[in-house]
Each structure stands twice: as C-alpha cells, then as structure tokens.
C-alpha cells in the first residue's frame, strides 16, 4: 500500500505548477522548501503518514542532512547528483526518483545548465505522526517547519 501512495505522489508531483523564476549562483546553499501535503495518515493503511515537499535548490550543493522518515526524491526539474554515505552518487534527472533510508546521511548537489534550479519533490513516509526531525550534519537540528528548508 506504501509503494502505491509513493507512486501516486509522483504522479501528483507531474501535475503541480513549478515556479521558474528562482534565481541561482552556485554560491552558498540556497534551498527553499514548500510543504504540498502535511503529514497525514494513509488511508487504509493504520500506522503510517505521509508528508510531500517542494525542494527547490538554488545553489551548487545543500548541507550534509539526515532526517528521520525514508524519503522517496521526484525530480521535477533540472538535474544533479545524491551522494548517500556509504553509496555511489545517483544521478538525478528530471522524472526520475530515487530513495533516501531513514536516518542516511545524504547530500545534493545541483548540476543543472545555467544555474538553472534542481526541484525535487520529497515524500516522505514514517510511522510517527510527531514532526520529523531533521538534522545537519556539524549543525543543528530542525525540528519545525518544512523538514528541508535549511539554510
């Protein structure tokens, strides 16, 4: 039941408008973060919520994060790469969408022509109906708010 709602956020995700006109330089981290879905309980499925963002990264690279729910990442526009550690960087490409573990230390970094925005859109999914607590790696922890808007 997870895989599908996962599937149909994705699919939610190719319908909503994206704002182009965010200016990028490739200087420090610029990410802003937009809450599509609160979290909320997945219908016939007791135990789990969901939560969907709008991540548009502006800059080259975001901060080192982990963040307690698994995350699945649909890349709505642009392109970069994912460094999980631990793992070979993953290519980000518009349509394509690949899965953050909970608690994995991750990273994005921007590789879009002409400083172009990567936007990501993060549905997230955990067994807690608390807010998620996001942390940066040497920095501290966020815990209100759009669990990506780390600047």
């Known amino acids: 039941m997870i895989r599908y709602m996962t599937l149909a956020c994705a699919a939610l995700a190719l319908l909503l408008p994206l704002d182009s006109s965010r200016a990028a330089d490739s200087g420090k981290p610029k990410i802003s973060c937009k809450t599509i879905l609160p979290k909320a309980a ?15 990264i502006a800059g080259r690279n975001t901060h080192r994060i982990f963040h307690e729910p698994a995350a699945y990442y649909y890349v709505a526009s642009g392109s970069g790469l994912l460094s999980i550690d631990g793992q070979p960087d993953l290519p980000l490409v518009t349509g394509s969408v690949a ?13 879009s022509d002409n400083n172009a925005p990567l936007v990501i859109v993060a549905t997230l999914l955990e067994t807690s109906q608390e807010h998620v607590l996001t942390g940066i790696v040497d920095g501290p922890d966020v815990t209100k708010g759009c669990s990506h808007n780390i600047q």
């Open 42 to 56: 997945i219908p016939n499925d007791p135990g789990f919520f969901v939560e969907i963002e709008e991540v548009t």
């Open 99 to 111: 899965v953050v573990p909970s608690r994995a230390v991750h990273q994005v970094h921007n590789t």
